[in-house]
């Protein structure tokens, strides 16, 4: 094929000559001579590997439902991705409903969605996989969610041409909202992050649901979703009860809640969409989010690395009502059962719809100096603590939820102790970043802000 042209015999120095060879390069001073033949031979070679891949690409985007680029969704109008949808959509034996989850791939999205698909219920989930934290944890979860046959939509909330197909095809009678930028004091570095994750796609999910189903006149789906307890800032009133005002958010991350539920009355007036807003309280436990105290802490108390606890202008220490991810499951899925259908049909209300808001919280406050002497039993290791003032990054001194409404329109009764939910959080923690496992490096170089 290639002859080297310092090593030419002298009979292909005459084939040479009669220009059947061509010169193809030049290395070291040497020439490469490559026969014309042997380069269309080649080039078709080169074609052919070029045209096999563009094939796999496009049989792996089209019916696979891969997507090209987050947001570019080839595989929307795609058989397979359809497919993978509807099966996932159907209900089994015993469920009552289909339910889009947003934020599946996250902490309380994948837990409750494998709550509600084990009891029969149509799940199709959604996320756009962000990489505020280690994505490969989110990839883990997500996992364990196909295992159970539920297929995640890999997009943009904001992505009103996805939302589109994705209503066309199914018919949810429930949405469970709870992709969200999470974090209070990222929100001091990435403040748009919040507007763009938390009202902007909140507005455009709100849009998606006012109309869908306008040309058969089927009902709206009912809306539950993610608020948080940093609704109520800088109140002193506890525990803080759902009556409160919340108008003195202390973060632009409780801002962008407190806008949320205020949207959300919008939509319920004008539309008729029925809607519940969950306030949840610190919520912590196995799969849980990297950058929240509980699972930092563990992760530095078992790497031997210092922790930062804060502490108020005076001294104080703070206190947060932690939730155990268990016993919130419980009441993301009873607001699912009790939300009354939407009023609205073809984008207009035809009768006043249900607007709830809950505190989901545990209702009973630990310091932070306590709840690291809790960590620090379950893992068998001394935390390095390191006192600090509070950032002003937007926390607050103390949460403590009052959860009477919870109880009587939910029947939620928060069960477990920050003593037990630690437990079962470090067992977890030991278990899936085991020392020479293939997780162990999954947070490498990762540090919450
Ligand atoms: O209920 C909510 O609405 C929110 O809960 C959660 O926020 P927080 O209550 O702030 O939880 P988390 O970070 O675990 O800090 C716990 C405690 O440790 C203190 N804390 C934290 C970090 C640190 O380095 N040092 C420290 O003392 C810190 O000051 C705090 O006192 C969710 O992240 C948020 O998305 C939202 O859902």
């Known amino acids: ?207 998606q649901c006012k109309v869908s189903y306008g040309k058969s006149s089927n009902p709206q789906p009912a809306i539950v979703y993610a608020s948080s307890s940093s609704v109520y800032g800088l109140n002193s009133k506890v525990p803080f009860s759902e009556d409160d005002r919340t108008d003195h958010p202390a973060s632009l991350y409780a801002a962008t809640k407190k806008a949320d539920e205020v949207l959300a009355h919008t939509y319920n007036h004008i539309y008729g969409l029925s809607i519940t807003a969950l306030r949840f309280f610190t919520v912590y436990g196995p799969w849980g989010r990297p950058d929240m105290a509980y699972f930092s802490f563990a992760r530095n108390i078992v790497e031997g690395q210092p922790i930062k606890i804060f502490q108020g202008p005076h001294g104080e220490e703070l206190a947060r009502d932690f939730t155990f991810i268990d016993d919130v499951v419980k009441g993301c899925v009873a607001s699912l059962d009790t939300a009354l259908p939407s009023t609205g049909s073809s984008g207009k209300k035809r009768k006043k719809a249900q607007f709830r808001i809950f505190n989901l919280g545990n209702t009973q406050p630990v310091k932070v100096g306590d709840f690291v002497s809790i960590l620090e039993k379950h893992l068998k290791k001394k935390a390095k603590r390191n006192v600090i003032p509070m950032p002003a990054t937007g926390d607050v001194m103390f949460t403590h939820a009052n959860v009477t409404k919870a109880r009587v329109a939910l029947g939620y009764n928060p069960t477990t102790d920050l003593d037990t939910g630690l437990g079962i959080f470090v067992k977890w923690y030991k278990s899936f970043y085991q020392h020479g496992g293939s997780n162990e490096d999954m947070l490498k170089g990762y540090k919450p802000y």
Request: proline share 3%; hydrophobic share 45%.
């Open 1 to 207: 094929m290639a002859c080297k042209g310092s090593l030419l015999p002298p009979h292909l120095v005459k084939l040479l000559d009669a220009d059947d060879y061509h010169k193809a390069r030049s290395t070291s001073g040497h020439y490469y001579y490559i026969s014309r033949m042997a380069m269309r031979q080649t080039n078709w070679i080169k074609i052919f590997c070029f045209l096999s891949f563009l094939a796999i690409l496009a049989w792996g985007c089209f019916f696979q439902g891969v997507p090209l680029y987050p947001g570019l969704y080839f595989g929307c109008s795609s058989p397979a991705w359809k497919k993978a949808v509807l099966q996932s959509a159907a209900r089994q034996e015993g469920g009552q409903m289909t339910v889009l989850v947003t934020g599946a791939a996250g902490f309380v999205g994948s837990h409750v969605s494998l709550a509600l698909k084990s009891r029969g219920d149509g799940v199709v989930g959604l996320d756009n996989f962000n990489d505020y934290y280690p994505v490969a944890l989110k990839r883990a979860r997500a996992a364990n969610l196909q295992k159970a046959g539920i297929f995640i939509v890999e997009a943009d909330l904001n992505d009103k041409a996805v939302l589109s197909k994705l209503f066309d095809l199914v018919h949810f009678t429930h949405i469970l909202h709870l992709a969200a930028q999470a974090g209070v004091r990222y929100a001091v570095k990435n403040p748009l992050a919040y507007v763009h994750s938390n009202v902007g796609a909140f507005v455009t999910l709100l849009e």
